[in-house]
Every structure is written in structure tokens, then in C-alpha cells.
């Protein structure tokens, strides 16, 4: 059975930083795009970043790009974003995801085929 654990979440101060983690179990995710959304509340769940199943591709969304950086470790089938300058617009419950059609990364939700529970980020102005 397929899972993806999150971590990381918490409360932060604007400008501060947090490092998220995602654990996936249940079978191989190496060749396997991986991805992060966020949900705010009464918003839609939004890109957030991805990167290439060998790690060599990232992407990310406009508002996130040069703060955030994500990585992967498949020996450890996990997968990791930092999160620096936090800002209050960042306040949103993160969702770490797996892709298992394998080509190119995908920034739409639905290309993505599990889902973990989400992990709360809040950024205090």
C-alpha cells in the first residue's frame, strides 16, 4: 500500500524558515516524479514545486522560486523542501505527491496519483 508521510510543519515567524519532509513507503519512487502543493484555506490546492525522478529537474511556482528549494534522496524514498523567507501568504497545509506516470514533471493536480495527509504551515506577520 502506497504512503506518503509529511513532516516538518509548524509555526514560524515572517523570514523564517522550515524544512518539510516527505517519507514514501509501499513500493519504489525513484523513477517517479515527485511533487509539493499547498492549500490555503478557502483557496485551491496549488503547485508548489517537483523535481525529476533522478533529482537533476526542478521545478517551481512563480511565488516560491529562489526561496524554496526541494531535493530527493531515492535510497531513502524521501523527499525534501526548504523553505527560507518564509512570508504570511506562505500559511497553507503542504502536501507532498508522486506522479507515477513516468516522463516530465506535471504541475497540474490531477497528473498526480497519491496524495499524503498534508502537513500545516503557518507564517506569522
Known amino acids: 500500500q502506497v504512503q506518503l508521510v509529511e513532516s516538518g510543519g509548524g509555526l514560524v515567524q515572517a523570514g523564517g524558515s522550515l524544512r518539510l519532509s516527505c517519507a514514501a513507503s509501499?513500493?519504489?519512487?525513484?523513477?517517479?516524479?515527485m511533487g509539493w502543493f499547498r492549500q490555503a484555506p478557502g483557496k485551491e490546492r496549488e503547485f508548489v514545486s517537483a523535481?525529476?525522478?533522478?533529482?537533476?529537474?526542478?521545478y517551481y511556482a512563480d511565488a516560491v522560486k529562489v526561496r524554496f528549494t526541494m531535493s530527493r534522496d531515492n535510497a531513502k524514498n524521501t523527499v525534501t523542501l526548504q523553505m527560507n523567507s518564509l512570508q504570511p501568504e506562505d500559511t497553507a497545509v503542504y502536501y507532498c505527491?508522486?506522479?507515477?506516470?513516468?516522463?516530465?514533471?506535471?504541475?497540474?493536480?490531477?497528473?498526480?496519483?497519491?496524495w499524503g495527509q498534508g502537513t500545516q504551515v503557518t507564517v506569522s506577520s
Open positions: 509501499g513500493r519504489t519512487f525513484s523513477r517517479n516524479v
Open positions: 523535481i525529476s525522478w533522478r533529482g537533476g529537474t526542478t
Open positions: 505527491a508522486v506522479d507515477f506516470t513516468f516522463g516530465s514533471i506535471r504541475t497540474n493536480t490531477d497528473a498526480y496519483d497519491y
